[in-house]
Structure formats: C-alpha cells, structure tokens
C-alpha cells in the first residue's frame, strides 16, 4: 500500500503505512520502503538506517528478497552511495533472471544506467562509466517480455531514451571544444571536435524530442520534469542562453 504512495510523493500517508506496528513477516519489505521514503524525502541517515536494519533480517521468498533489495538499491542511488546501489540491484538482478522475473531485469538494467550516469558525473574517466551505462541500456531492451497492446513494458522505451539522452549529455559536457592551434593539423583537429559535437548535438534534440512526444510521458511527472531539464540543459550546451 505504500510504495504508490511514495511514487505520488504522497511521504506523509506512506510514512503512516510504514511505520506501524511491524508484521515480522513484513519488516523485511516495509524497511526496504521505508529506505525509499526516507532518501526521497532528503534525510540520507534514516534511509541508510532502514537499509542497515533491513540486511540482518532473512530475505523469505527469492521473489520477495530481491525486490528488497532492489528497493534498497534505489534508496542506495538516491543517497549517494553508488558502490552500495550497484551491489544490491545486481544481486536482485541474478534473482530475477534465475527465476525468470523479467520485469525485474529490467528495472534492474535501467536503474544501473542511471548509477553509472551518476558516478560519470563526478568521475576522473567519465567515458568508463557513460560507456558501462550505454551496456545496461542495452541490457535492459534486450529482455524478452511480453508486451500486450505494443506497450513498452515498464516504460522501457521511454526511459532508455532519456538515459540514452544524458549519456550524450555527459558525452558533450565532458569533452569541451578544445583551444585552436595555429598549423593545418591543428585547424583540422578543430574542424573534427567541431563536426563531432554538431552531431552529438543533433542526435541529442532528436532523443529529446522521441522522448518528449512518447505517449507514455504524461503519467510519469518526475520524467516529465527530466525531460524539461535535459531540454534545457542541451540549450545552454548550445548556447542558447534564452531558451535555456
């Protein structure tokens, strides 16, 4: 009953949910939650707290323990703490491949891009991890899953799209124009990271607009407000400072 509440950012209700009287049963899943909550809400220590207690406890069902830790993954990737998010979400991810659960993989492959997206931000060799980002986005479109009225399961197609667009994202930002220099080689350098950033450019307002137009947006508010970024954040790499 909580987890629709925390993706409605509705914390107050959730919050409720979670913290009666806990059912032993249901500790283990209702501290993974709990976990989520707290990161979303910006308070790291009591979501790394809910994690802490939450590992001692018997995971149950295969099932049930690695959407656990799945959960704590997220809460992991939200406050920060990538080496711990990356763990976890890979162990669930081994669940759910040996039992088959392919909606599992996929979230699992989509939340390890965005991990990966992450670490390149702050990362002396971004290429490394925009690189291992581009693997899970491929991961997570090639598990086959059933797909009833051509709906992109879990909307994958429009997630892998915003990932796809801030790989690029980091791609432009991270390899800035480099100075001229005065001989032919030098020009023709210019000429060459010029021409490779136009493209990136372009292949980047093409994602975008894919993901703008998908469908699927509207029912995802925190995506929408991704888009609005990326959109921005392509125009001031462009120099457009207005649009931006």
């Not at 909580?2 to 249901?26: K, T």
């Not at 669930?92 to 039992?99: E, I, L, N, Q």
């Amino acid at each position: 009953r909580a987890l629709p509440l925390i993706e409605l950012r509705r914390r107050s209700r959730a919050r409720a949910i979670l913290g009666g009287d806990p059912d032993p049963i249901l500790e283990a899943p209702r501290l993974a939650r709990l976990a989520i909550l707290e990161a979303l809400a910006g308070r790291p220590g009591p979501a790394r707290a809910a994690r802490g207690r939450l590992d001692p406890l018997e995971e149950g069902p295969p099932l049930l323990g690695a959407w656990n830790q799945y959960y704590a993954g997220v809460s992991a990737l939200e406050t920060g703490d990538l080496a711990e998010a990356r763990k976890r979400v890979k162990d669930a991810r081994k669940t759910f491949h040996a039992t088959g659960f392919p909606v599992g993989e996929i979230e699992c492959a989509l939340v390890l891009a965005d991990a990966a997206l992450r670490a390149a931000s702050s990362s002396a060799r971004p290429e490394v991890d925009l690189a291992l980002a581009a693997e899970e986005i491929d991961a997570a479109r090639r598990v086959a899953i059933d797909s009833p009225g051509h709906v992109s399961p879990r909307s994958r197609d429009l997630r892998t799209t915003i990932l796809e667009a801030r790989i690029i994202l980091g791609r432009l930002a991270s390899r800035p124009c480099k100075a001229s220099r005065k001989d032919a080689r030098g020009a023709a350098r210019k000429r060459e990271d010029a021409g490779g950033r136009a493209a990136g450019h372009a292949a980047l307002s093409d994602l975008i607009a894919r993901a703008a137009g998908d469908s699927t947006l509207a029912n995802h508010p925190d995506l929408r407000i991704l888009v609005e970024c990326l959109s921005a954040a392509s125009a001031r790499l462009g120099g457009d400072i207005a649009a931006a």
